[in-house]
């Protein structure tokens, strides 16, 4: 793990040459799927072990805090009410995946006495991602009204991955957000109007305006912001940008690059009891 990595050490971004690139290559560029040779392998791991632990681990699932049939949320608590809890928010750009897929990263923080809290939200293209990132700030309405009833009264760290970690940056103003830990997000959407990806979002203007932590006012909370050093280029460099965005407006929060990690396996530096992303969540808290 490098922390507060140097904001020139970054890798060439193809989005500096976005103009010359067809629109191939520019899904080519977010792609990470393509770019982990054996991502469906990883993908597969982790939908098994999430099987198997959300039908062991102490836990209250399926619980709704909205109208919307993605609108429920996974609760595991731990021994003590007041422990800090983890939300993670998951990814799969926006349209993919769902909550019950990432209940193998349960163990990583309850190992420390940790609560952890998983929502799901709804995807694209059924909603918009306006609608998707109002949902979240719903979620933890509902758990600061109604998790001490399920033995979650503790600080709130909010975490997710890929889309997850733009939701986090997003949603960092809420006011039972304690601090934030993002992993391997997409913090500019303008790119992202320009691939694939976009036939299922349909971005507007002013979604790339007022949905792009990367186009908005800094939030002066704590947020850790962590990218694998062999992930994409295109997300790294989201990733240092928002960073030194956040330095020059004087907010608090660390730039973490896990060491050999992709855009699948950092999930493992959170997944893992001794995980470098464990101990930043536990940090979060200093």
């Given amino acids: 793990m490098v922390e507060n990595a140097h904001s020139t050490i970054r890798p060439l971004d193809p989005r500096d040459r976005w103009s010359e690139l067809s629109r191939a290559e520019r899904s080519a560029a977010y792609d990470n799927n393509a770019a982990v040779k054996n991502s469906p392998a990883l993908i597969a791991e982790r939908n098994e072990a999430s099987s198997r632990l959300r039908g062991t681990l102490r836990s209250h699932l399926d619980l709704p805090y909205g109208e919307r049939a993605n609108n429920k949320i996974d609760l595991y608590p731990a021994a003590k009410p007041d422990a800090p809890c983890l939300v993670f928010l998951h990814g799969g750009y926006w349209q993919r995946n769902s909550r019950e897929l990432f209940a193998m990263l349960v163990e990583g923080v309850a190992a420390h006495g940790w609560s952890v809290a998983i929502p799901g939200y709804s995807l694209a293209p059924e909603v918009s991602l306006t609608d998707i990132v109002a949902e979240i700030p719903r979620a933890l309405d509902w758990l600061a009204a109604h998790g001490a009833s399920y033995g979650i009264a503790g600080p709130l760290v909010l975490s997710g991955w890929s889309a997850g970690a733009h939701l986090v940056a997003m949603a960092l103003d809420h006011p039972r957000v304690h601090a934030g830990l993002a992993l391997s997000g997409v913090y500019d959407l303008a790119p992202i109007r320009?691939?694939?990806?976009?036939?299922?979002?349909?971005?507007?203007?002013?979604?790339?305006?007022?949905?792009?932590?990367?186009?908005?006012?800094?939030?002066?909370?704590?947020?850790?912001?962590?990218?694998?050093?062999?992930?994409?280029?295109?997300?790294?460099?989201?990733?240092?940008?928002?960073?030194?965005?956040?330095?020059?407006?004087?907010?608090?929060?660390?730039?973490?690059?896990?060491?050999?990690?992709?855009?699948?396996?950092?999930l493992e530096a959170l997944r893992r009891p001794d995980g470098v992303l464990v101990e930043a969540a536990r940090r979060l808290l200093d």
């Fill in 194 to 266: 320009d691939t694939g990806l976009n036939e299922a979002l349909k971005l507007t203007d002013a979604e790339i305006a007022t949905l792009s932590p990367l186009r908005l006012p800094v939030t002066q909370k704590r947020l850790d912001i962590a990218y694998g050093s062999s992930e994409l280029p295109a997300l790294v460099c989201d990733s240092i940008n928002l960073y030194d965005r956040r330095v020059a407006a004087g907010a608090p929060g660390k730039l973490i690059s896990v060491e050999g990690a992709d855009h699948f396996t950092i």
